[in-house]
């Protein structure tokens, strides 16, 4: 399977607990984004990488998020001291893009489900 | 502010009964419009993208259509396997990330 992966596909925690979820975007995809989404709502932004650089972060983005990308390929976001408000389903998204100005489309992981309890 | 809109928030068809989705948006300078399908509990689809005004995309009994303001998504003689969550989604420019904007999606549902 060539498409994105991400692991776990779900995650129980209770509340304070650190979290770490994985996503293996690709492989010849150079941006890697990730997005939260709450029920009945569209995917919200949280971050992107362009190869290994972290380029920008949403306000949605408290301090106990943390993403990293080493060496420009797997993802990883962290979730510190985790709060029940962090429940969510957290997607993880690959691209291709050559050409400036031009937006290629998102191909989506299967998500990681985050119960904090 | 950058804005998208999806209507209605929920569809019911009976099976063969064609219908459309649409998606309006509001955001400077649109560099291209995504359409995403959703099942319960997965990750987006990808479905279409579309770039300028008066483009149309097919797929199976979907078509794609974009205008200046909004998209139509074209639901012809739909299936129960077409249930599911429809997205929109169109990309920010202003820092050239390409980060997505979704609209709150459009729950389908198709009835034999």
């Known amino acids: 399977d060539t498409g994105v992966s991400q692991n776990p596909r779900h995650k129980i925690t209770k509340r304070g607990q650190n979290v770490t979820f994985r996503c293996d975007p690709i492989?010849?995809?150079?941006?890697l984004y990730w997005y939260r989404q709450t029920l009945g709502q569209g995917p919200e932004f949280l971050t992107y990488f362009q190869n290994e650089a972290q380029l920008e972060k949403s306000r949605l983005l408290s301090d106990r998020f943390s993403a990293e990308r080493p060496k420009g390929s797997f993802s990883t976001l962290e979730i510190q001291r985790t709060e029940q408000g962090d429940s969510a389903m957290y997607l993880c998204?690959?691209?291709?893009?050559?050409?400036?100005?031009?937006?290629?489309?998102?191909?989506f992981g299967p998500g990681t489900r985050l119960t904090v309890l | 502010e950058d804005q998208v809109t999806q209507s209605p928030e929920a569809l019911r068809l009976q099976e063969g009964e064609s219908s459309s989705l649409n998606c309006s948006y509001t955001v400077s300078g649109l560099r291209g419009l995504f359409w995403y399908r959703q099942d319960p509990g997965k990750g987006p689809e990808f479905l279409f993208t579309?770039?300028?005004a008066g483009e149309e995309k097919e797929k199976e009994r979907l078509k794609a259509t974009l205008t200046k303001k909004e998209s139509f998504l074209h639901i012809t003689a739909p299936k129960p396997e077409d249930s599911a969550t429809y997205l929109c989604?169109?990309?920010?420019?202003?820092?050239?990330?390409?980060?997505?904007?979704f609209g709150q999606g459009t729950e389908l549902s198709v009835k034999p």
């Open positions: 579309l770039y300028s």
């Open positions: 989604a169109v990309p920010l420019i202003y820092n050239q990330g390409g980060k997505l904007i």
């Open positions: 492989s010849e995809h150079n941006r």
């Open positions: 998204a690959s691209s291709l893009v050559k050409l400036r100005g031009l937006y290629n489309e998102q191909f």
